[in-house]
């Protein structure tokens, strides 16, 4: 007994794993007990068990194992931990109790697999009793089969999931085990029970004998509901409820309705296995199909027959096949053929359920159109396929189709149109039949049942009578108003006999479409379980719908019409109850009226009505108030009464007293009386007459107010606004707009006419009366405030002026909500449903867009336009999406119907060319708002295809098809997108892209809607997925998404969606769950309006902000929580509405809320000083640390507990970063509004945010930043200085953070500093970043070097602390440092020092090893700098030093403190890449040495000397500035230092380092964004584009072939070169600066790029097309146009001259041309047109017509005439005063062209007015004869010069000669030869002897001037020529100053009043090509005399009007020091042209 006294003693847990199995079973027995003992079941004990339970059950010894599966079961019951084991314990039963003989063992197994169960581990179990049916071993399956019938029968089919089960039941039928086959049937039983007929389809493929035995068994079952016996543990209420009644032993309704919703859930569909038949068609199917003999077609058709039977198919690309399926049914002769398509179809849609609804649209019109097909079997065959394909997709997507085919002619397809609809009407339910689908199918229904065919009526009827049974009365009547009673009998007949769908089993596809639960499980259901309907009904004595299963009588007929039941009277609209007897009132005669009347008014009263006497009329008005105000409603003769008013004088009375009474009791007996429509008829005319009387006027509007609310306003409003614009008082017109206006928001929108109106306000719009218009546009503004945008459309063609008035009017309403209704709704019904209203606005809205003319574009979307959008060639392709959008955008409304448009487009959606697939997003965008909201039938075609693009790689891609998506989403709504399986496909796809952006999406969406298609749940795997996405982004949009999913699919759902997950995984999520949980907002509630109704009294005005809220998902709790609090006074309908932001407090504490209001920073009078004496006397913590310690957070929370609201102390120190996040916004928000109060606490603000240094979360960094921005900004302006406290617990901390990794963060501390020096001063900031310079964080040094840099460059050596020497001493240390950018910062630090300072320096670092020092020297010899005076800032440091710290404000001006911090900015974003850049700003402009060093490969270093001589030979040149411009008012002292930062700056621009050049271009860029800065620019213009342009080239000609860059680099610097020009030409003041030398080049290089082939394979290259494009067309617009032309002409001129240019060059260069010619009708005034003549003559001259014949290209020549020819006809003969410019105009043939336009004009034109005509053709006739003259002559030389017809043109020149005595053939003498001279000469000579036989000829061959002087003035000024000709000789200074001249002519200078410009030929030293001073290669000559020239602006020669205020503009003062220094000048220029090539 030894061994057993050793186990005795052991634990329990031990005992069970003993290896004795009598200690084993001893240990079981006790566990057992003491399982049963633990009350705690969370008891730690439970967890010490965990790993053994398995060992329980599968314990070796039976009869151990008995009492171990005991204890298991006990322990699986009782211990809060046991799911956890689940999987093992359940795997163990199955493979080792179920195998066991003990039937006590199979027993206990199967309880603990259903106890397991319970305990919600259904999932895991069932997956272990499947897999048990693999088993070989007989016994287990049969065990495992029991364990599943058990678990079905006790837990019901929601828990037990069948899919699975019913999927292996064919399998276990086969089985060769008798046992298992029964034990199969009991089971197949079992599931019948649950899911009825939905259990045959699986098993109709078993053995016939068996499917036999199961029909006995299945008809044996017992009809009644089966319920569930045994519940989880979340159901515990469920199962108290089925204990009671079991309890009172009756099956009472009342129990019914929970578990029933599990019954219908099971569809037979879903049990289905998917089969894929696409690849299963016959190979040659598509040719088949095609195919000339119907037998082979038949063939295709039946393969497809045979597949489409499988019950459920596999979801993919049925286009092709619907497509040539749709052709057959359409087009097919043979009858036969379209009855087998059709039935193909039919099995499609049935197959495919849901996925074929994106084929609906296209199929549905064709089948309606072939019901004229007479055949019973076509017509059935085509019914069942339109009925199957009804059921895929919604009436809403196919209505348009439907209704445009009932206008058919065709009766038979009227009658089966109807017929269909009757049939869809069925299975419809009131929410899936709004008014707005009602309203067009009733209208064209209406028409049918007044058909002269007998069946197309009684099709109508039965299609009325269903819509009335399903809709109710209430929302069909109003469109019945116009039918007899016989027909509405008929209709009424009709909706009796109808049986709707979901009041009797059908399939289950029906109630699953409906998602209506549905009990009847028979169609003559009147079992104990009734139907959720027939409790309706019977609840609702006055229901109107007869319940549609129960077969009591129907409730009665009268009575006032409930809400429609069934769907909580969704279709009770905010109309009246007692609506039908108050629609009209028989009218009744006079007679009839008085006697009424004498009965309830006194008898004196009716006597005195027609008095004469006023006094008696007025009396009697009294009496007849008095009597009125007496009366009951029901003896109330109303219409009695009201005639008697109107009884003469009526409405004529001419005493205003007596009419105001008379006005007053219409009032009251409308608001009184039981007022019919026809009472108001009589009265509503004289009130209208009356409504604009001044004294009437008020009685009138109230009159008709009551009116309005006894007849209803839509009602109302419309007579009185037709009688008002039937007469024609002003004053009346508008008056009635007012009321109207008022009416509409007091009685609210519903019901209202929107067209009727629209129309009457047109008319009012165009009265000329002002008021009228006035209050129609007031009147506009309150119908947008229900309407909304759409209704901006109907206004679109009115006049722009009247245009903007409306849109004033509209952006005044923009973010205001429509009051709620405060009238109208007295009377209303009492069971009108909450959604009614807000249903009536989207109503509405819809009602609008319904309205707009849309025209169809079906017929333009021809199939060629469909093949070029699907070309190989991408060009093709462009063109036909350019063809759509241009069709679009015609149309601007379209229909639905768009042919073949989507497929076309949705195969561009994934084009190889991205561009494209931008250009069909955008098309898809104005798709969506030209088709409005008919585009939901689109969504599944094309908008998801749109989804997938979201995962494209590029990011513009990816933004372009989001904003197409919401575009969409805008007009569908969402419940289009996320039905079916299209959402959760997409997001299954494993794309990162993808992923984020469409969870980013449904984040923004899902929180708006109130309610989602369950086929939400589709996506709960895949986000699941996503929370574990490899990609950061991913993950973290998948937790955003996570609340809103779940504030749908609700919590359960969710992490029953987990079960499916691995362990690892799950716990994650649920992890994640949890917490999302508590984020998770409440759904939208419906809008408050109805909890005005629910309170009774509160007034209902109050809730509407609540009711705003619902609608504005994204508000975020700060907005939020007032309204909450107001919606709460109203009661209990609007509890969760404060909990709307994205991550909110679960149970928003509604105190907390009313403190929100105040300010969030309390000033406590001296409470600043009062810290700072603690912390001196150290009665506090000095804030000092290196990291902070809990006592200081502490601390600082005591010491702002005082001074902050208490809320937002919460959010600062909450321990998550979000609420860090969230209180820096609400201090940004309050920045501006509370300034006292920051100030006040500033010194804990500041403290605080150091805290935020600490964090690690970089957004919290990021916004810390932020507002310390804004924070120092406001200092600044406010002038506020900060004390020593303050900066001393910030500023070290800050210093800290310049060291941050991040680049951005480095930035924005490095601006913070910047500012810090305008509120503290510079001197005490230095020593702080001194002290940051001994970290060691070797980024930090760096950056606390360069700042100390900064500081001494811009206020001097004053800033250094504590003296110069001891400053520089501790910089110099850092040049030895081991960190290379340290060793960098510090060198330019000194260098800077040194340009400041001079060599000084040297003595003031002191000993340096020599190292150090010659690193320090060549630097210092690099920067090559001269020392000049310390800048000017020096001035204003020491009012700073000096200052106290309260007063100091006043002495900095604020214009250049802001300026300063600018120039600081500057200097201080120079970075440290570039040594050469890193150097001081320059003086002057452009350095040329730096343009010689960047531009050769090798930098070759210049020596020193020869600057400073030339900058010494300048020195005396400079000149005063004069001012120009007016300036701003800190302009002139800080503007010498600011033009020469600019100068660096742009030097910057042409580095050949990129990075240097980008922060170059950067700066530029800020400067021109901020408005107040931009003028600094000005006269820097030509200067940044030369530097701009020069980068172009660099980067044409170096980079892009430099293999080792990085190509991204590339991009970057392209983006910033073409950023930073569009910013400069969107200012057209600058714009205009840019000279025509400066354009040229620059179109040349922008040109140059858009043709760099190079750039298209770049990664962003296209965008950099794209964006070059942009910039050329804002160049071409915002330059000055002279310029531009000139520019572009000399351009073209050159690229034709050029042999190397490519013609496509010259072919960009003419289209901008043309672009330029296009907008000349605007900008022709502008324009100096004496210089683009000028231009076009060199041109001209350059290119005689000769030469342009043997050019292949005749286009330039076309262009030129198009220039011409349009300036000709803008400015007519005016024209020809414009050639003042050109000095011999015989050079060219522009004036005889001119005249010859002029000519032709004129001919064309002879019917203009004499007097121009005469005036013109004087001048014209002799300027048309020389222009023959010219072209004469050169036909004439053009002979003498051909070999063969020499001796002709001597002959005809002789005759000519002859003829014209006076004929100037001199200028075609003068360009020939000498040697062709004499020759012509000779043969004249010749010809004139024979002839004359005379000796010699009197020589007229001399210049003849009188035909010039005719008409225009010989040109005043040339240039002596005498120069022209120097051909290489030396030549003096007068040469290079002419060539000034001309360089200052092209850049729009302008030369001592000198316009014209000289042939620039006659100047250069190669007159042959008619070069153009090309801008670079002459402002090179020039840039070294603008070495010191401060941009100036000289008056010696800028002309009076001062427009050119170039900052090249500089000419020298005299000739001689320019003469001094041309030498110097060449050798430059040379060395510029060689280090180019």
């Given amino acids: 007994m030894g061994d057993d006294s050793e186990w005795m003693k052991l634990p329990i847990d031990q005992k069970c794993e003993h290896k004795l199995w009598k200690a084993r079973l001893n240990g079981y027995e006790e566990a057992l007990k003491l399982f049963q003992k633990i009350d705690d079941e969370k008891s730690p004990e439970w967890s010490k068990y965990l790993g053994l339970i398995k060992k329980f059950v599968t314990d070796s010894n039976a009869v151990a194992q008995l009492k171990g599966l005991e204890a298991a079961l006990a322990y699986v019951e009782n211990a809060h931990v046991a799911g956890k084991t689940t999987g093992e314990v359940a795997s163990g039963v199955v493979t080792k109790v179920f195998n066991q003989p003990k039937a006590r063992a199979k027993e206990l197994g199967l309880d603990i697999c259903l106890m397991y169960i319970e305990i919600e581990k259904g999932e895991a179990v069932q997956e272990e009793l499947l897999k048990g049916l693999d088993n070989k071993n007989p016994k287990i399956i049969v065990a495992c089969i029991e364990t599943l019938r058990k678990a079905l029968s006790e837990f019901g089919s929601k828990i037990i999931s069948l899919k699975p089960i019913i999927k292996v039941l064919p399998k276990l039928f086969e089985s060769r085990e008798k046992a298992v086959r029964d034990e199969a049937k009991l089971l197949a039983v079992e599931i019948y029970r649950w899911i009825r007929d939905a259990l045959r389809p699986p098993l109709q493929n078993i053995n016939s004998v068996q499917l036999k035995e199961l029909e006995e068994e299945w008809v044996k079952v017992s009809s009644a509901a089966p319920k569930q016996t045994r519940f989880l543990r979340s159901q515990q209420e469920l199962k108290a409820k089925f204990e009671q009644q079991q309890a009172v032993g009756g099956d009472a309704d009342g129990g019914d309705d929970d578990e029933e919703e599990a019954v219908p859930q099971v569809d037979a569909y879903e049990l289905l296995e998917a089969v894929e038949i696409l690849s299963k068609l016959p190979k040659d199917f598509y040719e088949k199909i095609e195919a000339k003999k119907w037998q082979e077609r038949k063939e295709a058709l039946e393969a497809v027959e045979v597949l489409v039977k499988n019950p459920k198919l596999e979801s993919g690309d049925y286009a092709d096949l619907v497509k040539v399926l749709k052709k057959v049914v359409g087009k097919d002769t043979n009858v036969m053929l379209v009855a087998l398509a059709a039935k193909c179809l039919a099995g499609l849609a049935t197959g495919l359920r849901k996925k074929f609804g994106q084929y609906a649209g296209h199929v549905v019109p064709t089948i309606l159109e072939k019901f004229k097909e007479k055949k019973p079997q076509v017509v059935q065959a085509l019914q069942e396929a339109i009925d199957a394909i009804f059921l895929t997709t919604t009436l809403q997507n196919i209505s348009e189709d439907v209704l445009a085919v009932m206008d058919n002619k065709n009766p038979t397809i009227k009658q089966q149109t109807s017929l269909f609809i009757a049939r869809s009407f069925r299975h419809c339910t009131p929410s899936t039949l709004p008014k707005s689908l009602l309203k067009p199918f009733c209208a064209a229904l209406l028409k049918h049942i007044n058909d002269s065919a007998p069946e197309v009526r009684d099709a109508g009827f039965e299609a009325l009578g269903t819509a009335l049974k399903v809709a109710g009365e209430k929302a069909v009547n109003p469109f019945l108003a116009d039918v007899d009673k016989l027909k509405l009998d008929r209709i009424k007949e009709c909706a009796e006999k109808v049986e709707l769908v979901y009041g009797k089993k059908t399939g289950g596809a029906a109630e699953k479409k409906e998602g209506k639960p549905v009990t009847g499980k028979t169609p003559a259901v009147s079992g104990p379980g009734g139907d959720k309907e027939t409790k309706d009904a019977a609840t609702k004595p006055g229901s109107l719908k007869k319940a549609p299963t129960a077969k009591s009588g129907g409730p009665p007929k009268k009575g006032k019409p409930a809400a429609a039941t069934g769907m909580g009277g969704a279709g009770a609209k905010g109309k009246k109850g007692p609506e039908t007897k108050e629609i009209f009132e028989s009218e009744l005669s006079i007679e009839v009226c008085e006697e009424k009347a004498a009965a309830v008014l006194p008898a004196s009263c009716i006597q005195q009505l027609d008095s004469g006497n006023w006094k008696e009329r007025l009396a009697c008005m009294e009496e007849f108030q008095k009597a009125v105000e007496l009366m009951e409603r029901s003896e109330m003769p109303c219409q009695a009464l009201v005639r008697m008013l109107a009884k003469k004088p009526g409405w004529k009375e001419t005493n205003f007293q007596v009419m105001q009474m008379k006005l007053h009791i219409v009032a009251l007996i409308a608001q009184k009386g039981n007022f019919s429509k026809t009472s108001a008829q009589v009265v509503l005319d004289g009130l209208v007459d009356k409504v604009g009387d001044v004294k009437c006027g008020s009685n009138a509007k109230e009159a008709m107010t009551a009116i309005a609310e006894a007849c209803q306003l839509p009602w109302t409003a419309e007579q009185v606004v037709a009688m008002a614009f039937s007469q024609k008082n002003p004053k009346n017109q508008s008056e009635t707009l007012n009321w109207l206006s008022n009416a509409i928001k007091e009685f609210g929108f519903s019901g209202l006419n929107v067209k009727a109106f629209i129309s009457n306000v047109k008319t009012a719009l165009a009265a000329t009366n002002p008021a009228v218009r006035t209050s129609a546009i007031t009147l506009l503004g309150v119908m947008y405030l229900y309407v909304g945008p759409p209704l901006r459309m109907f206004f679109e063609d009115e006049k722009p002026a009247l245009l903007s008035q409306i849109d004033a009017e509209f952006e005044k309403m923009q973010g205001q909500t429509a009051p709620a209704p405060t009238r109208g709704i007295s009377r209303h019904s009492g069971g009108s449903g909450d959604d009614g209203e807000e249903e009536e606005q989207e109503d509405v809205v819809n009602d609008v867009v319904d309205l707009l003319p849309r025209t169809d574009i079906g017929d333009k979307i021809t199939a060629e336009l469909v093949s070029k959008i699907g070309d190989k060639n991408w060009k093709i392709r462009k063109e036909g999406l350019d063809e759509v959008t241009s069709i679009i955008n015609d149309a601007k409304f379209i229909q639905p119907n768009i042919g073949e448009l989507p497929a076309a487009l949705k195969s561009r959606l994934n084009d190889s060319n991205k561009i494209l697939v931008q250009q069909t997003l955008s098309i898809l965008q104005q798709l969506a708002t030209a088709m409005g909201p008919n585009i939901k039938q689109h969504v599944k075609n094309l908008g998801i295809p749109v989804i997938t693009v979201l995962g494209d790689s590029k990011n513009n891609v990816r933004a372009a098809a989001l904003a197409t998506v919401n575009a969409w989403a805008e007009q569908t709504g969402m419940k289009e997108w996320l039905e079916g399986e299209d959402l959760s496909a997409e997001l299954k796809k494993e794309n990162p892209f993808l992923r984020q952006e469409l969870l980013g999406w449904l984040a923004e969406k899902l929180p708006t809607l109130r309610s989602v298609p369950s086929d939400l749940l589709l996506c709960v795997p895949h986000l699941y997925s996503c929370l574990e996405d490899r990609n950061g982004d991913v993950r973290k949009k998948a937790q955003d998404a996570l609340p809103f999913f779940m504030m749908h699919l609700g919590f359960e759902k969710m992490a029953k969606a987990t079960g499916k997950l691995k362990p690892t995984s799950k716990d994650q999520v649920l992890a ?791 004929a100037d053939i001199e200028p075609f003498l003068k360009n020939s030869s000498q040697f062709f001279q004499s020759y012509v000469e000779r043969g004249l000579r010749l010809i004139e002897t024979e002839r004359e036989g005379k000796g010699s000829i009197a020589g007229s061959t001399g210049i003849s001037s009188q035909i010039e002087g005719t008409c225009v003035p010989a040109s005043t000024h040339t240039v002596s020529s005498s120069i022209g000709n120097t051909n290489g000789e030396e030549v003096g200074p007068s040469v290079y100053l002419e060539r000034l001249k001309i360089l200052r002519q092209r850049c729009g200078l302008d030369n001592a009043k000198q316009e014209d410009r000289p042939p620039v030929t006659s100047l250069l030293s190669k007159p042959a090509v008619p070069t153009v001073a090309s801008s670079t290669d002459m402002l090179h000559s020039k840039l070294s005399q603008l070495r010191e020239s401060r941009e100036q602006y000289q008056h010696l020669d800028l002309d009076s009007n001062q427009t050119h205020s170039s900052g090249l503009g500089t000419t020298l003062a005299s000739p001689s020091s320019a003469a001094a220094n041309i030498d110097d000048l060449k050798k430059r220029l040379e060395r510029i042209k060689s280090s180019r090539k």
């Fill in 1072 to 1862: 994640m769950l949890e917490k999302a949980k508590a984020n998770m907002p409440a759904k939208p509630a419906p809008p408050a309006k109805a909890s005005s109704r629910a309170v009774g009294g509160a007034p209902p005005a109050k809730f509407q902000p609540a009711s705003a809220l619902a609608e504005d998902s994204g508000s975020n709790t700060m907005e939020s929580k007032p309204d909450a609090k107001k919606a709460k006074a109203g009661g209990p309908s609007s509890k969760a509405k404060g909990v709307q932001g994205k991550k909110v407090l679960s149970k928003p504490n509604l105190k907390e809320d009313d403190d929100k209001s105040g300010p969030i920073f309390i000033i406590v009078p001296n409470g600043k000083e009062q810290r700072m004496k603690d912390e001196k006397g150290l009665k506090v913590l000095k804030w000092n640390f290196t990291t902070p310690r809990d006592e200081y957070i502490e601390q600082l929370k005591t010491q702002m507990s005082s001074c902050v609201a208490k809320w937002l102390q919460d959010e600062m120190f909450h321990a998550d970063f979000q609420h860090h996040n969230k209180a820096l916004a609400v201090m940004i928000e309050h920045l501006e509004s509370e300034k006292d109060g920051v100030i006040s606490c500033l010194d804990l603000i500041l403290k605080w945010l150091t805290l935020r240094f600490f964090d690690t979360n970089t957004s919290v960094l990021m916004k810390t930043l932020e507002y310390l921005k804004l924070l120092f900004n406001l200092l600044s302006q406010e002038e506020y200085h900060l004390t020593e406290n303050e900066a001393s617990s910030f500023i070290p901390y800050l210093i800290l953070k310049v060291g941050e990794p991040k680049d951005v963060i480095r930035k924005d501390v490095r601006a913070i500093l910047n500012r810090m020096c305008l509120i503290y001063p510079a001197s005490k900031m230095f020593t702080f970043i001194m002290e940051g310079t001994k970290s060691k964080n070797s980024k930090q040094r760096a950056e606390c070097l360069e700042e100390l840099g900064c500081l001494v460059e811009s206020y001097g050596m004053n800033v250094c602390q504590p003296t110069p020497g001891k400053a520089l001493k501790e910089m110099a240390t850092h040049i030895g440092d081991r960190d290379n950018t340290v060793r960098n910062a510090a060198l330019n630090t000194i260098v800077t020092v040194y340009n400041v300072h001079g060599d000084q320096v040297f003595k003031l670092i002191g000993n340096l090893s020599d190292k150090d020092m010659s690193m320090l020297e060549e630097r210092i010899k690099r920067s090559a700098k001269r020392p000049s005076a310390a800048p000017v800032r020096q001035v204003e440091e020491k009012p700073q030093r000096t200052q106290n710290i309260s007063a100091n404000a006043s002495m900095l001006r604020k214009g250049p403190a802001e300026d300063m911090s600018s120039k600081l900015n500057q200097n201080r974003n120079m970075g440290s890449h570039s040594e050469t850049a890193h150097t001081v700003p320059r003086e002057f402009q452009l350095d040329l040495d730096e343009i010689e060093n960047d531009n050769g490969a090798v930098r070759c270093e210049m020596p020193a000397l020869v600057q400073h001589k030339l900058d010494d030979i300048f020195e005396p040149v400079l000149i005063p500035e004069p001012k120009i411009r007016s300036v701003s008012p800190h302009f002139d002292d800080m503007h010498s230092s600011i033009a020469s930062t600019i100068n660096f700056v742009i030097s910057q621009v042409a580095s050949g380092d990129i990075n240097t050049s980008i922060k170059g271009l950067a700066q530029i860029d800020e400067v021109l964004r901020q408005e107040y800065k931009v003028e600094v620019m000005s006269g820097h213009i030509d200067q940044f584009l030369i530097a701009t342009f020069m980068q172009l080239r660099l980067i044409y000609n170096t980079h892009m072939a430099d293999e080792k860059l990085d190509k991204d680099e590339i991009v970057r610097l392209y983006s910033c070169i073409i950023g930073s020009m569009i910013t400069l030409f969107q200012i057209e003041s600058l714009a205009r600066e840019a000279s025509t030398g400066v354009l040229k080049d620059l179109m040349h290089g922008l040109i140059t790029l858009l043709l760099d082939s190079r750039v298209e394979d770049l990664d962003k290259g296209v965008q950099v097309i794209r964006s070059v494009n942009l910039l050329v067309l804002k160049v071409l617009e915002k330059s000055d146009q002279t310029n531009m032309l000139s520019a572009l002409l000399v351009l073209l001129q050159d690229s034709l001259l050029a042999t190397a240019s490519s013609p496509k060059f010259s072919e960009l260069v003419m289209k901008c041309l043309w672009r330029m010619v296009r907008v000349l009708p605007e900008t022709v005034n502008s324009i100096n047109l004496d210089r683009i003549l000028l231009d076009v003559h060199i041109f001209l001259k350059a290119f005689p017509k000769e030469k342009l014949k043997q050019c292949k290209n005749w286009v330039p020549m076309r262009t030129l005439k198009t220039l011409l020819h349009s300036l000709c006809k803008l400015k007519g003969p005016k024209i020809l005063d414009h050639l003042t410019m050109i000095e011999n105009k015989n050079e060219s043939d522009l004036e005889a062209y001119l005249y010859r336009i002029l000519k032709y004009s004129m001919d064309q034109s002879g019917s203009k007015s004499d007097k121009d005509t005469e005036k013109g053709a004087s001048c014209i006739e002799e300027k048309a004869s020389k222009a023959k003259v010219s072209d004469i002559l050169a036909e004439i030389f053009k002979k003498i010069g051909s070999k063969e017809n020499t001796k002709e043109g001597l002959a005809e020149l002789y005759e000519y000669k002859k003829k014209y005595s006076d």
